[in-house]
């Protein structure tokens, strides 16, 4: 009991798909928990699990200890982090969570330090279902001290890491989505040229799992190209959405690129026709790109 | 006993790195084995494992019930064949678990079937290390009969799968190759993003282990190039190989795949002066990209 009492109070700002089940865990692990969300109704079966849901900004995040942002996108963090700046007063920890530019994450932190408030990035890794189990991956940006702060609290939520200062948790994200795309793109290929090769697309996979070629990609996005399940899962227009986050990064940073440059466009080509597709479209892609010759993965119809 | 005595004799052509503990195993498994290599000091300790090594080719494969091949490359398997030809007889199984081109696997399946000699294409992965252990990937191409006739014999060497027609083994190989090289290629430029972008690549990779991000590569060749442990391993030259022929088939097929084409320039680019680096040495040819800004992967000594 005397545990609970000293947990930090926390507001948690951003009701949706992935910040409801984070606040569940985090009320589940005893933290007292305020919610405030902008479509009000979505924040309310969180009251069933112990949040106090807030018909405003001001009065959620006034008196808080440690904020959570678990939003859409960086300019709606700044526009929030804007609108809630009057009610947080010094000493008072600001944790956003969505999957921003590093940059917006600079100029978030920058906007907070004026009113002594501390900041930290920490995007994560994991979907709906990393979530709810309490497995996502965190990448924390900022202090030590900051991290030493918000651990407890992240490791309700999943298993983070502390991967240098504000704006390197947005790095970190972009350099797993740089991955996953790029990983997708390239099992694409090679399950093409198994089908033109002559060699049966499903055989080969099976084949080649567990060996060097192992990954997740090849396990789960591998499996729906086979079967032409293209229902999302993670999708086209959020991985095009990554990618050009990642572009800019570099381009910020000075890097070249050319591989994750290329399977950026590849990502792009798909937003006209298959923005909500799961990434594991990238094979329409480069079926796209070898459609004179009709080269096509087996004879699945596609599923969205 | 009576088992032993109903198992195929087995002529095992190309006692190298691999070929050594391939035809160990089949040794272990109990096949009686004639083994004969090129340069024949090279096999004799084999003899231990009790193969009997013979001096000459046709003193090899007379007689086998079962012809297996472990070579360089594909103009050396056409080269042994033809020289093979000779003491060959019909009903015979020629089996070769080298890496070649398709269209290698093809010319010498027919320049067999005159003989009425069958063939099938059996390319492995998993490096020394798997044949060793007998965890070999091993991907073949042939006829249904062929492959139930040789899966005992591969069962002793590692994971057999039937992919396809005569020469769809090379093109598994050449996929699994592709995902390889590819992921390699891939990981390299996250890691230089982390770098370049102020996040700690270390921590960064530590943070997306286990997640959609996940692959050996990530495992293994990030953490080389963390290391910058160049130390092979599969070499640059091997891949670079590896990427011209898949370019090749790929051409065969009337099958583009940009980004693979851009792998196999990016592992071209380091022949002159990485050949017998470890793969990890992606790494390098990222870093060559951006040698003006002086982007370089942590502060730890190149080791070869």
Redesign the interface.
Known sequence: MSDIAKKPEIAFIGIGLMGFPMATRLLQAGYPLRAWNRTHEKALPLAEAGAQVEKTLGKAVKGADIVITMLEAGPVVKDVVKAMLPFLSAGMLVIDMSSTK?SEAVEVSQMLSEKQVVFMDAPV??GVV?ASAGTL???A?GSQEAFKRAEPLFKAMG?P?????V???Q??K???Q???G??V???A??????Q?????PA??R???R?????????E?HGQRMLDRDFKPG?QIKSQAKDHAN?MA??A?????????A??AE?FNSLLEDYATADQAAALLA?EK??KD?G?RLGTAEDRF
Do not use: H, W, Y
Request: with cysteine; proline share 3%; net charge negative.
């Open positions: 590093q890794s994991g990393g991956a965190i990448m940006g298993r890491t502390l991967v240098g200062p704006g390197s948790g790095i970190a972009l350099c797993n740089l991955i996953v790029g990983t793109a390239i099992v290929e090679a399950m093409l040229l198994a033109a090769g002559g060699a049966d055989a080969m099976q084949a080649i567990g060996g060097f070629a192992e990954s997740r990609i090849l789960l993670g990642i990064a570099a910020d940073a000075g890097l070249q690129i050319p591989l994750t290329m399977v590849l480069v790109i070898n010759k080269i």
